[in-house]
């Protein structure tokens, strides 16, 4: 199993669509093959067509408003000693999350193919937003799917989303999170892919929903190379890119342009949902020893039982909080190209409070996983040292979580005297703050 360079990654998979052999493919219905099929052939035309690439690359600048910013942590840094701390703030783009370069494509490819519905799915909310701001904009009806425990935590995305004339369709089956309204958009979209288009909001799924989604959020990392070079005149010898890991959308977009280098030049880190600390749940396959399993017409590491089941996941972020994860990461895993660790939702939680405290960011609790990862690993390591973190979403949709978190007083939050990380850790600073006793 190697990785081909000069090649796109979402291209790297065999006739059959798998990833190394044995990640993706598309496990479906008879009845979903031929719009399946249709959806790929399309695809395949218009990613080369030049007048479609126009148009995505015109939407992309004037209506998410690419590029977004590239900034040094400059307080951060100097807290913290040791590699310098920067954050590309995807956070920026029209509807404060990355979800918006993948809802604007497939806005775009369903008005393509002729289509006036779209549906799609969506955990933290950003994704059933994004869609429905895309819809809105064109002219599309829309119906997003939703986990009822997921609605009531997520409030703030909630009521965008049908403030831009989107259905909410909650899901009360299984856990009623984003497992479960995938599911049940793939259910709808069986009975009704003749006039509906359907976009998964991750690189999860059959094959060409992971391609589809891989192919929308690489505008991340091609606009974060053009960024270095311009920064440091060419691309660092020691940069980590790190990265909150879910489905794996952001993740993949922030890595696209960077996977031929050399490891040891730009390390890829990916932080999985590790859940509550006392917890023996979790939303972390890839950093705690999954076994392949199918889910949602692809195989990749899935959080399940001794006999295939999949198990309950549990996180503080909505987002992360799925069992699975996109095949290209489990690729990326197993090549040893990226390395994948986790986040507890405590860590996650003092991150977002560190990095509120010292930055003018507002990191929603998805990359609060992965500031948590640079937190810990920034003092160890020389000045030479480029951390990047994807701030990938803003933190306005979980005002209600931190709010309840902090008994109210997010904003009046202090650490009770500053602490040298070059010798403490992240979980040094959640006994010494006493925030979640």
């Given at each position: 199993?190697?990785?081909?360079?000069?090649?796109?990654?979402?291209?790297?998979?065999?006739?059959?669509?798998?990833?190394?052999?044995?990640?993706?493919?598309?496990?479906?219905?008879?009845?979903?093959?031929?719009?399946?099929?249709?959806?790929?052939?399309?695809?395949?035309?218009?990613?080369?067509?030049?007048?479609?690439?126009?148009?995505?690359?015109?939407?992309?600048?004037?209506?998410?408003?690419?590029?977004?910013?590239?900034?040094?942590?400059?307080?951060?840094?100097?807290?913290?000693?040791?590699?310098?701390?920067?954050?590309?703030?995807?956070?920026?783009?029209?509807?404060?999350?990355?979800?918006?370069?993948?809802?604007?494509?497939?806005?775009?490819?369903?008005?393509?193919?002729?289509?006036?519905?779209?549906?799609?799915?969506?955990?933290?909310?950003?994704?059933?937003?994004?869609?429905?701001?895309?819809?809105?904009?064109?002219?599309?009806?829309?119906?997003?799917?939703?986990?009822?425990k997921d609605i009531k935590r997520q409030k703030p995305n909630c009521d965008a989303m049908k403030k831009n004339g989107a259905e909410i369709v909650p899901v009360y089956s299984g856990s009623q999170t984003l497992v479960d309204a995938v599911s049940e958009c793939m259910r709808y979209w069986v009975s009704n892919c003749d006039n509906t288009h359907m976009c998964v909001g991750s690189t999860v799924g059959p094959n060409i929903f992971v391609k589809i989604c891989g192919w929308s959020t690489a505008q991340i990392s091609r606009e974060l190379k053009v960024q270095l070079k311009s920064e440091f005149?060419?691309?660092?010898?020691?940069?980590?890119?790190?990265?909150?890991?879910?489905?794996?959308?952001?993740?993949?977009?922030?890595?696209?342009?960077?996977?031929?280098?050399?490891?040891?030049?730009?390390?890829?880190?990916?932080?999985?949902?590790?859940?509550?600390?006392?917890?023996?749940?979790?939303?972390?396959?890839?950093?705690?020893?999954?076994?392949?399993?199918?889910?949602?017409?692809?195989?990749?590491?899935?959080?399940?039982?001794?006999?295939?089941?999949?198990?309950?996941?549990?996180?503080?972020?909505?987002?992360?909080?799925?069992?699975?994860?996109?095949?290209?990461?489990?690729?990326?895993?197993?090549?040893?190209?990226?390395?994948?660790?986790?986040?507890?939702?405590?860590?996650?939680?003092?991150?977002?409070?560190?990095?509120?405290?010292?930055?003018?960011?507002?990191?929603?609790?998805?990359?609060?996983?992965?500031?948590?990862?640079?937190?810990?690993?920034?003092?160890?390591?020389?000045?030479?040292?480029?951390?990047?973190?994807?701030?990938?979403?803003?933190?306005?949709?979980?005002?209600?979580?931190?709010?309840?978190?902090?008994?109210?007083?997010?904003?009046?939050?202090?650490?009770?005297?500053?602490?040298?990380?070059?010798?403490?850790?992240?979980?040094?600073?959640?006994?010494?703050?006493?925030?979640?006793?």
């Amino acid at each position: 199993m190697k990785l081909k360079k000069g090649i796109p990654l979402i291209d790297q998979h065999d006739q059959n669509g798998f990833w190394g052999g044995k990640f993706g493919g598309s496990f479906i219905p008879e009845t979903l093959k031929k719009p399946v099929e249709d959806l790929t052939n399309e695809f395949k035309k218009l990613r080369k067509d030049k007048k479609f690439l126009k148009k995505r690359d015109f939407y992309f600048r004037n209506y998410i408003g690419t590029p977004t910013s590239f900034v040094k942590l400059d307080n951060l840094s100097n807290h913290l000693g040791g590699a310098q701390i920067w954050a590309k703030v995807v956070s920026e783009a029209n509807g404060g999350a990355h979800k918006i370069y993948n809802a604007t494509v497939h806005a775009l490819i369903c008005k393509a193919m002729g289509k006036k519905y779209i549906v799609g799915d969506t955990g933290a909310g950003y994704a059933g937003k994004m869609l429905s701001m895309a819809a809105k904009k064109f002219g599309l009806k829309c119906k997003i799917f939703m986990g009822a425990k997921d609605i009531k935590r997520q409030k703030p995305n909630c009521d965008a989303m049908k403030k831009n004339g989107a259905e909410i369709v909650p899901v009360y089956s299984g856990s009623q999170t984003l497992v479960d309204a995938v599911s049940e958009c793939m259910r709808y979209w069986v009975s009704n892919c003749d006039n509906t288009h359907m976009c998964v909001g991750s690189t999860v799924g059959p094959n060409i929903f992971v391609k589809i989604c891989g192919w929308s959020t690489a505008q991340i990392s091609r606009e974060l190379k053009v960024q270095l070079k311009s920064e440091f005149k060419k691309i660092p010898n020691k940069i980590k890119l790190i990265n909150c890991v879910g489905g794996g959308s952001s993740a993949y977009g922030f890595w696209s342009e960077f996977i031929d280098y050399d490891k040891k030049q730009i390390e890829l880190i990916g932080v999985e949902a590790g859940g509550p600390k006392k917890s023996k749940l979790h939303a972390a396959p890839l950093s705690r020893n999954a076994k392949i399993g199918i889910l949602h017409g692809a195989a990749s590491y899935l959080c399940q039982n001794s006999e295939g089941q999949i198990n309950d996941t549990e996180s503080i972020s909505a987002g992360l909080d799925y069992p699975g994860v996109s095949p290209i990461h489990c690729f990326l895993k197993d090549t040893k190209r990226a390395r994948y660790t986790y986040a507890t939702d405590e860590e996650a939680l003092n991150a977002h409070v560190m990095v509120t405290k010292y930055e003018n960011l507002n990191p929603s609790l998805e990359p609060s996983h992965a500031f948590a990862e640079a937190i810990k690993i920034a003092p160890r390591l020389s000045k030479d040292t480029i951390i990047i973190v994807n701030s990938c979403g803003d933190a306005k949709k979980d005002r209600d979580i931190l709010k309840e978190r902090f008994n109210g007083k997010l904003t009046t939050i202090k650490y009770e005297q500053e602490i040298d990380y070059r010798e403490k850790t992240i979980k040094n600073l959640e006994e010494e703050t006493n925030l979640f006793n």
